[in-house]
């Protein structure tokens, strides 16, 4: 691309809006100022010369300022030499091609940037050449260019020239951001005081002056214009620029006065207004310093003379609260239809306010309805709301960053709206305004969707950008909001607004559009070609020859007929080209778009004869409509491949290589895009990353406090400080380090059990998730209704997935209701007509069906239910689910496990889509996929990498347990978990989302957090995430502002980069939507000729936004009568004109209109209803369409028949149909398509909706493919030749909608090419309309209308058949009449069929009678007539040869040929029968093998049923292994999984063992008994132990609790008492008044010998009152206290008994003996040696662990050579930079050890003489069958009732396994060594020795486990013969960590001696381990325990209570 070229110039203004067109400013655009250039060869130069626009060469290493006339030629030309050297290497022209993955443009951040140099004179002289103001100013603002550094030196005369202009230039360009940033740039270098001002100087005081008079003139017009930009771009610097405007005056009018007054007087007028712009800038800028505003006019009642109470331009295009005031009419004009405006002003204000209107008018009218109903109660919920939708309790939640700027995440509350489909449905579509306030729309904030997601939308988000002005009110986290959306489609009305905004003081063609005069002009670039000017016609023309014409000469043009058209297309031709604005009306059929192509096709063949830049002067063209776009450019393919489609939704094959996007990416790809714009690109994505990435930061942390609950570290900031120090203080009660607080705030909140997820809530799971589904496929919106197309594909519904059946159960539903809604509306409508005579029978049947279809939305219906309401495709796929099962068990009701986790599998799956329009205003404002990837490359920076570690960093560990998919939902009872999941998210959400807050004083009043209520607790955590939040949004406020400022850049570099890729095309194409969105970018390419396709159809503003300052040339083509625009509001339409378009306004005012006259579509017999006087009265017919053929089938090609069938109403859509016309129409399609009509060759139209969803629903899609239906509108400019349309309307209400409008009618009646069939009723239409009048008279004169249409037979045209309903087509059921066909056929056969008009020469018939043919033998043929005869298969007796047997053989097969069919019965080797045939013996020469069942005994021992033919020694044994394990529990598996008893799989069940701690062990046997992870039984009266029962205890430091008045203990709690417990009688007296008859400090037991008979449990003797008892606190049982003395005291003194905490606990019910501080000090005693135990393992285990990890970390080292995969799976859980657990460290330890053993033996294999035999490879199966046992194990698991085994991963060895493996290795290295024996010795051995080293080594063979007795004798055998192997080469595999440490917790494992020291042992004798006492199990003295003391109150007692009783209760007897 040549550079110089690239683009025009673009208005002044410093990037911002030009100044308007208001009557009395005294300003000047700086459009009126240009920059000229030196001379005329140097203008030649600039504009002819291929000048790069980006050169290396720009810039100067060490530049030396040249004062005087400037630098010498000798000094140019050797700066331009170095420059040149020094860039040699660099590729010339302007395209900056870096190599793939070259970041060299890209600075990261922290990355050094290095300073460029400054900018150079070839550089600046370059800019100062380059035409397209873009590019100058993208070079300025980037930082590479050099232009900051060149600010920081002085510049020579040259230089100054070219900056000066260069500045004016730049600020020519509408990139109003970057023009912004151009002017930071010039203020924070001071340019006015450190290089304008004494550049000035210099000029003045004759430092500098210049020979040149043209230059002197140039440099004082650029110095003017410059002077205004910087008055409106630095207001800031006003008394600088007052000053530097003073000697700028002083130089024009002394030093260069003579200059001016020759070449440029106009300067001096120019001076003056730039005084008075600067007194008025001035004045205006102190204003705004002391914030005062004019006082704004009341708007009151308007007329349409008044003027506006204010300037439009300066009106925000989002709605402002003074829009929603209520009290207050807008201002708003009509829109004149005939006659012009006053001026541009008025009629942009006009166009303007009508639109802003439309789209604010439902919003002002919605908000006003709710805020009604607020103030009166009574209204509530009376008046559905059809203006906005409500949405309640919105929250802002976070901030997101993109492309367009900074974007919001909000939430609202979707409680209401869970029966939305959202995939479907139109709200908060993108582009959508919303309007949010929390206080009833008192006051109010506006945003706009930018994203919606279905899954978000049905969460209740979605993705919004605010306005400027909302954002600075959205920081708060509490705030929530009422949210209104406006039913108007916003985004379709911004781009069109901002537009108007945009028009400066002159419009092109303003003198036609505005004040509509007669225009005759010719295009204004015609008429600078001067009268000589000639096209080239030969491209239009039908022979082959030249023809120049002069252009503006329509007399020289070549004839009509020459061209190929008729009169008024040639007419509209020359119209469309001599005159600048062209108005082409076409009625139907008569070439509209085919002028149209014409048109352009002569315009691009003579570009250059038009054009004044061939490379960027492309023809605009414009479409309503996508697909009328679409259709257009694919005709202007044939005469040019250059054309850009821009939008995205391009449907269109052809085009797809032609649009925007992909000439964007190819232009990416090839790297063609200039060095200016892509550094410039790359400047703005390196600004834009550093402040992305801190708003994501945050964002994520925003949206982790929405999630979850946050880690404490996060919230430290927000707490007081006693607060933050409350949670290291706080014991912990879990498992972790004491220091690790990032659990605390899960335990404080009470949520540290939310991962617990238990399995034992099956039955009311399985109930709530059956419910769940039931609603979902009733009523839910998860799972998508499937499309009927799709249902008609279905062969076998039992094969679909859950969610498929469900889709499909959804579909059947909907047709169901829909059914019976439809009936109830028959009946309704038949009520309302009074057409019964039974009304009472009618309602009764209403009431019915209204049952059915509540029913219907409950419960799920069964398939013989549905069937009876449904279309017969659907009744065939119910009677198959029927014949397999019923509905429930299809569906999975039937509440099995495998339906429950298929049904929770589907309840939790995510869905997503996008819709089309949605993504076509995506690609519109440039949110494309290429751009994401283009940040990528700049950045290397993904949002998503930084999210996944912010969640894990962010969050507690309880929010991550429940929001993240963990394994356990995977496995069978994953459904379970998954509800019990779905449960804890809604406890979570119930927590974060309460409004409820604690207030700051209540917080400044808590002083322990650990004391409040867990309600407070939530409402204290809440207000720490509301200032978390609130801190968060504050900190990244100015960031967010940052980030738009810089967005809007980039958003213009990329405007100038597509301004570049579009630059070459010969047309550009878009929609009017389109062309407003691309303002900036055609106001850059400024496109002179603009065509406008379906202008009637289109808004005005639409129009008068596409026209660009340079638009010379517009043609509009359409039919206003036909559509016109349709506005949002009617009354704007009806009242003031706002559905006139300009194309019918000029039409109007008969401004240059031409009217299309022959039409070329319709037959005579359908166009003559288009000549009605008010639609096209002088329309006439071509000669072809007199020619058409008839329709066949029908007496009439053009019939409407009527009928009185009553419509119905959908609510839902809000639409209409009719079943009537529905089930006509369905069944006249189908006529047609037996008349041999092809599908395509008819349409049916409809004006609803509804009815459209109806006509799809009778119409399946395998008979009906290819038939299009839609409406009306969407098939406008289209045509069929059949056309039926359906009306719909029929009510007694005299309503006909939209049908009365003639646009519609015209457009209806007027897309048939040969045939019209139209039903409704005409007596419900003609009364409303003149044009149905009309058309109804014209068609009763012509016969063509009735209540019935005639069918005709194509045979027996004498037999018609009168249709006026769809059954009535059931007289011609193949499209003819009743007769029979009778043609005669080949094959001499009649056909069969009734009539049929399609095949009349039955060349596809088949006949279907018996053949006639016989065979050579007689047999007559067995097949039909039109299957080929083939073999005779007529069977007949015959021996077979060679095996005899008798046959029936078929006629042609010979009987050699024939395999024998009878059993073969031959005796096999088994002795069993042959069962195979014969013939099948015989050929394959040999017998299948034997399928008899037999019994046969195992290896193992076992006897079971199996195949004769299948290899006992290879079959694997099924029966159970019932082996009693080493844990006692007997062993699972089957004999085969435990390799027939020698290798065990692991135990199956829980351990189930008594712990030393008295829990019972709940862990997997497997696994040994781990520390208890119960809570701890230590307590005293102070405390409990919150530590695991595992785990060191807490010792409470206070003051011990034992004291009476005889003693005081003085030590602390959680010590062991000094001295005895007193043992003295207590002198209280207890309640009944006698002594008490316990111990002094102890409870007083509340019984005495006088009035209670005490005796011992199980025991009848009487306790005298000698006897001392004790009550314990806890429980209250009483025992004797010298027997409770001698059970608790003896067995800390010197008796040896095992370590538990049985003595701690009352010796009847276990309860803790806190409170009988008697026993305080067994207490303490019991839990001192309780942690010595513990102390004890945590020490071993940590040697062990460092012992054992040490020996992995070596031997791994070892044996990696010999098996690397082996050795990496062993050490891969071991990191040596994490904590090595116990367990993984001993269970890695074990691996290596097998393995090892495993190795040595295959070694010792290896050195032998057995290697390569069969023994070896016998053996070495085995082994390798004990690698994969050492990395796999069993597991059982349950499915379809029966439990299976699975193989997972291994992570520990029982000691069974253990124990089994060593028994299986030694076998083996046995096995090798006998093996070696015998194979060495045989010869030298005698027979007795043979004999036993060959026993020895069948024992050792077989598969079985050797019995202890075997195992003997092999061991002494091996000693006679010298190969026993070391008896303890195996004990190292039961070391510390699988013997021993196997059940180290286990209660019975630990005994303490005499002397108080403990040992771990559980043998019959032992010695202790500190001081070798004998202890042991046979020494340990049984401590019996006390028996409890039972109390009955005396005879005495009793009969003085029975005394006191009444008579009637005395006990009997």
């Known amino acids: 691309m040549d550079d110089s070229r690239r683009g025009f110039r673009g208005r002044g203004g410093g990037g911002r809006r030009p100044w308007r067109g208001r009557p009395k400013t005294p300003h000047r655009s700086t459009e009126n100022l240009s920059v000229s250039s030196l001379d005329d060869d140097e203008g030649a130069r600039g504009n002819g010369q291929s000048v790069p626009i980006y050169d290396s060469s720009e810039f100067e290493e060490n530049s030396e300022e040249t004062r005087g006339r400037g630098r010498s030629s000798n000094q140019r030309e050797l700066e331009d030499q170095e420059e040149s050297q020094s860039y040699s290497d660099q590729e010339r022209g302007g395209v900056y091609r870096p190599l793939r993955g070259q970041r060299s443009v890209t600075y990261h951040r922290g990355e050094r940037q290095s300073n460029p140099r400054h900018m150079g004179y070839r ?128 130089l024009m009018l002394n030093n260069y006065r003579s200059v001016c007054e020759e070449l440029c007087p106009e300067i001096f007028s120019e001076l003056g207004d ?28 308007q007329h349409a003379n008044q003027d506006p109470p204010d300037d439009f331009h300066y009106l925000s295009v989002l709605p402002t609260i003074q829009d929603l005031q209520f009290n207050k009419k807008p201002f708003l004009r009509v829109n004149k239809t005939k006659g012009g405006y006053d001026n541009l002003q008025q009629y942009l204000d006009i166009q303007f306010r009508l639109l802003r209107e439309d789209y604010l008018h439902p919003l002002r ?143 092109p063609l303003q003198s036609s559009i505005v004040h509509c005069k007669p225009n005759e002009k010719p295009p204004r670039y015609l008429i600078k070609g001067g009268s000589v000017m000639q096209y080239d016609f030969s491209p239009l023309l039908k022979s082959s020859r030249e023809a120049q014409v002069v252009v503006l000469n329509t007399k020289r043009w070549p004839s009509s007929v020459e061209i190929g058209m008729d009169d008024s297309q040639h007419k509209a031709l020359q119209m469309a080209i001599t005159k600048e604005i062209a108005i082409i009306q076409g009625p139907p059929g008569t070439g509209k778009t085919y002028v149209g192509l014409k048109i352009v096709h002569l315009l691009l063949h003579n570009k250059q004869m038009w054009t004044e830049n061939v490379k960027m002067d492309p023809i605009l063209v414009v479409c309503y409509t996508n697909h009328a776009l679409d259709q257009f450019l694919v005709g202007l393919l044939k005469y040019s491949e250059k054309l850009v489609r821009i939008g995205g939704r391009c449907k269109t094959k052809e085009l797809e290589e032609y649009t925007l996007q992909n000439y964007r990416m190819k232009a990416r790809e090839e790297k063609s895009i200039s060095r200016t714009i892509h550094e410039k690109k790359a400047d703005s994505i390196s600004n834009m990353q550093n402040c992305r990435e801190k708003i994501d930061r945050v964002s994520e942390k925003l949206k982790c406090a929405k999630q979850g609950i946050l880690r404490l570290q996060e919230l430290e900031e927000c707490m007081d400080k006693r607060h933050k120090e409350s949670f290291s203080d706080i014991p912990r009660g879990n498992k972790g380090e004491a220091n690790e607080p990032k659990r605390s705030i899960d335990e404080w909140l009470g949520l540290n059990n939310f991962s617990n997820v238990t399995e034992d809530e099956g039955d009311d799971n399985k109930r709530m998730l059956m419910m769940e589904w039931e609603e979902e496929l009733t009523k839910g919106i998860k799972i998508d209704k499937m499309e009927t197309d799709t249902a008609q594909d279905i062969k076998d519904p039992w094969r679909l997935s859950l969610k498929d059946r469900g889709s499909l159960y959804k579909h059947f539903l909907r047709e169901y209701q829909d059914s019976i809604s439809n009936e109830i509306l028959y009946h309704k409508n038949r009520l309302s007509l009074k057409q019964s005579t039974e009304p009472l029978f009618i309602q009764k049947e209403i009431n019915t069906l209204l049952k059915c279809r509540a029913k219907s939305e409950k419960i799920v219906l069964q398939s013989t239910r549905l069937a009876s309401k449904l279309p017969n495709y659907a009744q065939i796929i119910l009677r198959m689910i029927r014949n397999k099962g019923d509905t429930l068990e299809w569906l999975c009701l039937n509440g099995s496990p495998q339906s429950c986790s298929q049904i929770a599998g589907v309840l939790h799956m995510e869905y997503k889509d996008i819709k089309e329009d949605e993504e076509d205003e995506r690609q519109l404002d440039g949110e494309t996929v290429e751009d994401n990837d283009e940040w990528n490359f700049f950045t290397g920076y993904k949002v998503e990498t930084l999210k996944k570690g912010l969640t894990s960093e962010n969050l507690s560990e309880a929010s991550l347990a429940i929001l993240k998919r963990d394994e356990e939902s995977e496995n069978e009872h994953g459904w379970v978990y998954q509800i019990n999941r779905s449960k804890l998210q809604h406890r979570l959400k119930e927590v974060l989302d309460s409004n409820d807050i604690m207030e700051d004083h209540e917080v400044a009043n808590i002083k322990n957090i650990w004391e409040l209520n867990n309600s407070d607790r939530q409402r204290l955590y809440r207000y720490w995430v509301k200032r978390y939040i609130t801190h968060m949004k504050e900190s990244i406020q100015e960031t967010e502002k940052q980030y738009d400022d810089l967005c809007r850049g980039y958003r213009e570099v990329l405007d100038a980069e597509e301004v570049e890729i579009m630059g070459g095309a010969d047309v550009l194409g878009m929609t009017t939507t389109g062309a407003a969105k691309y303002r900036n970018i055609l106001q850059s390419i400024k496109p002179k000729i603009i065509i406008v396709e379906e202008a009637a159809e289109v808004l005005e503003s639409h129009i008068v936004t596409t026209i660009n300052s340079n638009c010379q040339h517009l043609i509009l083509i359409g039919d206003h009568k036909q559509l016109r625009p349709t506005p949002t509001v009617y009354f704007l339409a009806k009242k003031y004109n706002l559905d006139i378009s300009l194309f019918e306004r000029m039409v109007n005012n008969d401004l240059n209109y031409v ?62 149909s009719n079943i009537h016309e529905a089930k006509f129409v369905k069944r006249l399609c189908k006529y047609f398509l037996q008349q041999d009509y092809e599908r395509g060759q008819i349409t049916i139209l409809t004006a609803y909706t509804g009815q459209i969803l109806a006509l799809k629903k009778e119409m399946p899609r395998n008979d009906f493919e290819g038939v299009r239906i839609t409406s009306i509108d969407n098939f406008q400019g289209e045509e069929n030749d059949i056309i039926i349309l359906s009306l719909v309307r029929s009510n007694n209400l005299g309503s006909t909608g939209f049908l009365k409008i003639d646009n519609r009618i015209c457009v209806s009646l007027s897309r048939a090419r040969k045939g019209l069939f139209v039903i409704g009723n005409f007596d419900l239409l003609c009364p409303e309309s003149e044009l149905w009048q009309y058309i109804i008279d014209t068609m009763k004169n012509r016969h063509c209308f009735g209540r019935s249409l005639v069918l005709q037979c194509g045979n027996h045209p004498e037999n018609r058949v009168n249709a006026s309903q769809g059954s009535d087509f059931d007289k011609t059921p193949n499209g003819g009449c009743h007769l029979p066909c009778s043609f005669v056929l080949n094959c001499s056969h009649k056909c069969g069929q009734i009539c049929h008009v399609s095949d009349p020469q039955h060349k596809l018939y088949t006949c279907l009678k018996p053949c006639l043919k016989k065979c050579n033998k007689g047999h007559d043929c067995q097949r039909k007539c039109f299957q080929d005869c083939g073999d005779c298969n007529v069977l007949v007796p015959k021996t077979i040869v060679p095996c005899g047997h008798l046959e029936r053989v078929p006629c042609s097969i010979d009987e050699d040929q024939w395999s024998c069919t009878t059993l073969c019965n031959e005796i096999l080797p088994c002795a069993h029968r042959c069962k195979e045939k014969c013939g099948t013996c ?109 785990e060191p205890c807490v010792i409470c430091t206070e003051k011990c609790s034992r004291h009476c008045e005889h003693q005081t203990c003085v030590k602390i709690c959680g010590e062991i008492c000094n001295g005895l417990p007193c043992s003295k009688n207590c002198a209280l007296k207890i309640t009944c008044g006698h002594n008490c008859m316990g111990i002094c400090g102890e409870k007083c037991p509340e019984m005495c010998s006088e009035c209670h008979l005490l005796t011992f449990e199980g025991s009848h003797i009487e306790i005298n009152d000698d006897v001392r008892l004790i009550t314990l606190a806890k429980c209250g049982h009483t025992f004797n206290v010298d027997s409770l003395d001698v059970y608790m005291f003896n067995h800390t003194k010197t008796q040896i008994c095992l370590v538990s905490s049985e003595m701690i606990h009352c010796p009847v019910c276990s309860s803790a003996l806190t409170g009988t501080l008697r026993y305080k000090s067994v207490v303490e005693e019991t839990r001192t040696v309780m942690e010595t135990v513990k102390e004890y393992i945590k020490r071993n285990d940590d040697a062990a662990t460092k012992e054992n990890f040490k020996y992995v970390e070596v031997k791994a080292l070892e044996l990696k050579e010999e098996d690397s995969e082996a050795i990496n799976s062993i050490t891969e859980h071991i990191n040596q930079n994490q904590t090595v657990s116990f367990a993984k460290a001993n269970f890695a330890y074990g691996q290596i050890l097998i393995w090892e053993k495993i190795y040595n033996i295959y070694q010792n294999i290896l050195k032998s003489v057995i290697k390569n035999t069969k023994e070896e490879k016998m053996i070495g199966e085995q082994l390798q069958m004990i690698r994969h046992w050492l990395f796999e194990s069993l597991y059982a698991v349950t499915e379809d009732g029966t439990k299976k085994l699975k193989s997972k991963s291994r992570i520990c060895f029982s000691r069974q396994e253990i124990l089994d493996i060593r028994l299986e290795l030694w076998r083996l290295t046995y096995l090798v060594e006998f093996l070696k024996l015998g194979t060495e010795s045989n010869d030298i051995m005698d027979k007795g020795r043979i004999q036993i080293i060959g026993m020895a080594i069948k024992w050792l063979s077989q598969k079985s486990p050797i019995l202890r007795t075997k195992y003997d004798r092999i061991c002494a055998t091996g000693k006679i013969y010298g190969i026993a192997p070391d008896e303890h080469l195996f004990d190292d595999l039961v070391c510390y960590g699988s013997s021993k440490r196997y059940r180290i917790w286990q209660h019975g494992n630990w005994i303490r001696c005499r002397n108080g020291h403990v040992t771990n042992t559980d043998t019959e004798e032992a010695k202790c381990c500190s001081c070798d006492a004998d202890i042991g199990m046979k020494m340990l003295r049984v401590n019996i325990p006390p028996k409890r003391i039972l109390s009955v109150p005396k005879l005495s007692i009793r009969k003085r209570e029975s005394d006191t009783l009444p008579h009637d209760q005395k006990p009997s007897g």
């Open 123 to 250: 550089r600046l002289e370059e800019l100062y050449h380059e035409d397209n103001p873009d590019i100058v100013l993208l070079q300025l603002v980037t930082k590479k260019s050099g232009f900051e550094q060149l600010l920081e030196k002085q510049m020579d005369s040259e230089n100054m020239f070219f900056f000066v202009a260069i500045l004016v230039k730049a600020y020519q360009s509408n990139k109003e951001q970057n023009c912004t940033e151009l002017t930071k740039i010039l203020s924070s270098k001071q340019v006015i005081l450190n290089n304008l001002v004494p550049f000035v100087d210099k000029n003045l005081y004759g430092i500098i002056s210049y020979p040149e008079a043209k230059k002197i003139a140039e440099l004082s017009r650029n110095l003017c214009q410059l002077t205004l930009i910087l008055f409106r771009n630095m207001q800031g610097s006003l008394q600088i620029l007052k000053m530097f405007l003073e000697k700028l005056e002083q």
């Open 274 to 301: 730039l005084k008075e712009a600067r007194d008025t800038i001035e004045r205006d800028y102190i204003n705004k310093l002391k914030h005062r505003e004019e006082p704004k006019r009341n708007r009151q009642q």
């Open 1155 to 1216: 009217t299309l006259g022959i039409q070329h579509r319709m037959r005579p017999e359908i166009s003559v209803l288009m000549r009605n006087e008010n639609l096209y009265p002088e329309l006439r017919d071509h000669e072809d369409v007199k020619a058409y053929e008839h329709i066949k089938g029908v007496i009439s090609d053009v019939f409407f028949i009527a009928h009185n069938e009553p419509e119905s109403d959908d609510r839902e859509t809000k639409s209409k």
């Open 365 to 507: 009218e919605g908000i006003l309805d709710y805020r009604r109903e607020l103030e009166d109660a009574s209204l509530s919920g009376k008046k559905q709301q059809t203006d906005i939708r409500i949405y309640e309790n919105v929250e802002v939640i976070r901030p997101v960053c993109s492309n367009q700027g900074v974007r919001h995440v909000i939430r609202f509350d979707n409680a209401k709206l869970t029966k939305i489909r959202w995939e479907s449905s139109r709200r908060l579509l993108y582009g959508s305004l919303l309007c949010l306030s929390p206080d009833g729309f008192q006051t109010m904030l506006f945003a706009t969707v930018t994203e919606r997601q279905i899954e978000d939308l049905a969460n209740g988000y979605v993705e919004v950008q605010f306005t400027e002005e909302a954002k600075t009110f959205i920081l708060s986290s509490t705030q929530t909001y009422i949210m209104a959306e406006t039913t108007a489609y916003f985004e379709a009305y911004r781009h069109i607004l901002q537009g108007l905004q945009e028009v400066g003081n002159e419009m």
């Open 1482 to 1590: 015989r050929k394959q020469t040999f017998h299948e093998k034997c399928q008899e069942l037999c019994t046969k005994r195992l290896s193992c021992g076992h006897v079971i049923d199996f195949l004769c033919c299948e290899d006992k020694e290879n079959m694997f044994c099924t029966r159970a292994c019932g082996l009693v394990l080493e844990c006692g529990h007997v062993c699972s598996g089957t004999c085969g999984d435990c390799h027939q008893g020698r290798l065990h799989i692991p135990c199956q069940s829980k351990c189930g063992r008594k712990l030393i701690c008295g829990h019972t062990c709940d862990a997997n046997c497997v696994e040994g008994c781990p520390p208890c992870n119960q809570a701890c039984q230590m307590s005293c009266d102070h405390t409990e132990c919150t530590a695991m029962c595992g």
